[in-house]
């Protein structure tokens, strides 16, 4: 019995739901989607519509030269033996299957400044070659380009670029395509992309919204406004719902702020710092989040490739121990390590968090304690996600998902609360 009457309790909390409308707006949560792996990225003079077969084929002589076989790759690169079969055979079929999962055209810092005529004669062979590769399904499944940043000097030069390369392409886009915009240092600059967007899209018979942008964090003023706030909601606000990801660059982070090229790494305690402020800011909003580049590449000898090929898998599995799933790859000789380092980082992780779920689903979401790991009911969306991540990854197969007693369905629904919604006849009856 309640002394509130239901009028009363719907009074009371009318401000709060009010409040939490534009709430939810801001923070959907992942919808789910399959998020790519990394994001390789070529100048615009050197892209062909089949750059990313192209890269593949490059990828696997690679590897196939100096990995040797299973052992002699997972030892070179500092992996568990355990899983050395299996990582070899599920890189070796990615590599030959989808070698390139993201790519971006990149008119920026892989292109340099070249005369206008040049420029512009690039923009339109890039939009020739997008429209050859979508007839001949030979695109990367996600691809965009890179612009110049929106500096006072280079502006104007950016978005003639971007008007050449959209107009070219007649309104026929790619699959996930996205523009990236570099070196933002204000929310201006992310709203004049917007403005761009909004006046091409119906000259070009796209639906409103239909072009997509990211972020490039990698100037401290992306962090810390000049007023001590962070820039980086508003970068959020500013972008008008055309956002989908936050990209970290390493390099022109360090150097902004003024670490030695000798000191400019992934792993460096300012990058870390930087990359938690954009997890801050980003949480729950439903962008992407991406690490940047290993640039030692593993080019030259043998001894050279796999002391390169170590750092790059110990930089992503920095990255993904810091929930950063994506990062950038320069080379194609990166791309063995890159698919190695996150299948190594599922699979290292099966059988503990396997025993985990099925327990949590055995006690429908009570807390629970499995060797020396406690566990409470929020830690079950963790394990959820786990898997998920590993699905979409391609670290792991829907066999090893399906060894948590859940159904394709229930891990598809993407909510443990919904699981549990749905099996709540099953729990009926168990002890709490």
């Known amino acids: 019995m309640t002394n509130l009457t239901q009028n009363e309790i719907s009074t009371l909390t009318a401000p709060l739901e009010k409040a939490l409308i534009p709430f939810t707006k801001r ?9 790519p792996v990394h994001t390789v990225y070529g100048g615009a003079h050197l892209f062909k519509s089949d750059t990313a077969r192209k890269l593949g084929e490059k990828a696997v002589q690679v590897f196939e030269e100096h990995g040797v076989d299973a052992f002699t790759f997972s030892r070179a690169i500092g992996l568990p033996e355990i899983h050395a079969e299996t990582i070899w055979r599920r890189v070796s079929e990615k590599l030959r299957r989808e070698p390139v999962e993201d790519f971006r055209v990149d008119f920026e810092d892989g292109y340099g400044n070249r005369p206008d005529d040049e420029e512009d004669h690039h923009a339109q062979v890039v939009a020739g070659e997008l429209t050859k590769g979508m007839s001949n399904g030979t695109l990367a499944p996600f691809i965009g380009i890179r612009i110049k940043p929106f500096t006072q000097e280079l502006m104007h030069r950016s978005i003639r670029t971007l ?3 959209l107009t070219t392409l007649g309104g026929k886009l790619p699959d996930n395509f996205v523009v990236t915009l570099p070196k933002i240092q204000l929310p201006e600059q992310v709203a004049l992309l917007c403005n761009v967007f909004d006046a091409l899209e119906p000259r070009l018979g796209l639906a409103p919204n239909t072009l997509r942008l990211e972020f490039m964090i990698e100037t401290t003023q992306s962090i810390l406004s000049e007023n001590g706030e962070s820039n980086l909601p ?3 606000d500013a972008a008008r719902g055309r956002a989908v990801a936050a990209h ?6 360090t150097a902004s702020c003024n670490i030695t090229a000798s000191e400019q790494r992934m792993d460096h305690p300012a990058c870390d710092f930087a990359r938690h402020m954009m997890q801050i800011a980003y949480a729950g909003t439903g962008l992407w989040l991406s690490d940047g580049a290993t640039n030692i590449l593993p080019i030259g000898d043998r001894e050279t490739i796999h002391r390169a090929w170590k750092l790059h898998v110990d930089h992503i ?5 810091h929930a950063y799933y994506q990062g950038w790859d320069l080379h194609p000789a990166q791309l063995p390590t890159r698919y190695a380092a996150v299948y190594a980082f599922f699979l290292e992780g099966l059988g503990a968090a396997t025993d985990r779920l099925q327990n949590f689903m055995a006690k429908a979401g009570q807390a629970t304690l499995v060797g020396d790991i406690f566990d409470d009911a929020a830690t079950g969306q963790g394990l959820l996600n786990y898997f998920l991540r590993g699905m979409n990854s391609g670290a792991l197969t829907e066999e090893e998902a399906l060894a948590t007693g859940l159904t394709l369905e229930e891990l598809r629904s993407r909510s443990f609360v919904k699981i549990l919604k749905g099996r709540r006849g099953t729990f009926e009856g168990n002890p709490r």
């Open 27 to 35: 923070f959907p949560g992942s919808a789910g989607e399959r998020q």
């Open 163 to 165: 008007d050449i390369v």
């Open 234 to 236: 508003r970068f959020l």
């Open 248 to 253: 970290f660059g390493t390099y022109d982070y």
């Open 317 to 321: 599995r920095h990255s993904l121990v």
